[in-house]
């Protein structure tokens, strides 16, 4: 064959005879790594570990285990101290008298007292053991928001706890004090007025958790800060039947006061959500 005859091969323009040439003009050729670049690195995982869901449940056992071990261990220590406490949250109570009506009734609010106290002294730690639970099937970007989340709600919960004891408690003690000072003598049960003033704290402890739910729901875009102004109308009954329903006791002070300290934190949280651009 002749350099003549080899110009008149016609070309085929089939891929399969040029495989090379075919694959350069694939358009599938970069899919995969197009695909991956268009995940966001605060998505991923980044210390994702394969567990069976036997393994997960050993995990819970143990961590619930831990958690059991050190409430046990400092709701026995407050007990060994329950005196100062009791004494402490009779302080609010301004010198009123409590009286022991039942055979008993004052260690079963000793132990009341120290169930309380212990659960919140050990809450930082059972808090550790569900972060840690937790913390492997959470993403880059649910990490960065644990821990404002966590240091947020725990400062918060402490102001709850400062507030209804400086400022709730008196509050609603003086109006009930003054009610009927010139009718009855006062003279009060013991466990009654323990039962009023730990759920007033703790209820206020938790009413005052608002900013860190609106910061979570603005991070994940659930809500907007336009959109939690625009209900403010709904927002205020709603502090009205929350201070109601958390305070023990039924007078309207109280009550305003708890519905105001509501109205203050979620339009604070408002502000909060609004710094972050959501």
């Given at each position: ?5 080899l ?56 961590r ?5 071990i050190v ?10 101290y329950v005196?100062p ?19 008993g009734?004052?260690?079963f ?6 169930a ?10 059972i808090?550790?053991?569900?972060i ?14 644990l ?12 102001a ?7 400022l ?9 004090i ?8 006062q ?20 009413a005052?958790?608002?900013p ?23 927002v ?5 039947v ?6 023990p006791?039924t007078?309207?002070l ?14 604070g949280?408002?502000?909060l ?6």
């Open positions: 064959m002749t350099p003549q005859d110009d008149t091969v016609p070309q085929s323009d089939s891929p399969g005879e040029y495989p090379d040439a075919a694959a350069s003009n694939s358009p599938d050729i970069d899919t995969e790594e197009y695909d991956n670049s268009e995940i966001d690195p605060l998505d991923e995982l980044p210390d994702e570990i394969e567990m069976s869901f036997f393994d997960h449940l050993e995990e819970l056992r143990q619930i285990f831990y958690a059991l409430s046990v261990i400092s709701i026995v220590g407050c007990f060994f005196r406490i009791v004494q402490l949250l009779e302080v609010p109570a301004q010198g009123i008298k409590f009286l022991q009506l039942a055979p009734e004052y260690f609010v000793s132990l009341k007292v120290a309380y106290s212990g659960l919140l002294i050990s809450s930082p730690f808090l550790f053991q569900i840690q639970f937790v913390l492997p099937g959470l993403t880059r970007r649910e990490r960065r928001l821990g404002p989340v966590v240091l947020g709600s725990s400062v918060l919960f402490a709850g706890l400062v507030f209804a004891y400086f709730l408690i008196p509050a609603a003690l003086n109006f009930f003054s009610y009927g000072a010139d009718v009855v003598e003279l009060w049960s013991i466990e009654k007025y323990f039962e009023f003033v730990l759920l007033l704290l703790f209820s206020t402890g938790l005052f958790q608002i860190v739910i609106q910061l979570l729901l603005g991070a994940l875009g659930i809500v907007s800060s336009n959109q939690m102004l625009s209900g403010w109308r709904y205020i009954i709603g502090a009205v929350l201070g109601a329903i958390l305070t006791s007078d309207p109280t009550q305003s006061l708890l519905a105001g300290a509501v109205l203050g934190l979620y339009f949280g408002i502000g959500v609004r710094l972050t651009g959501k």
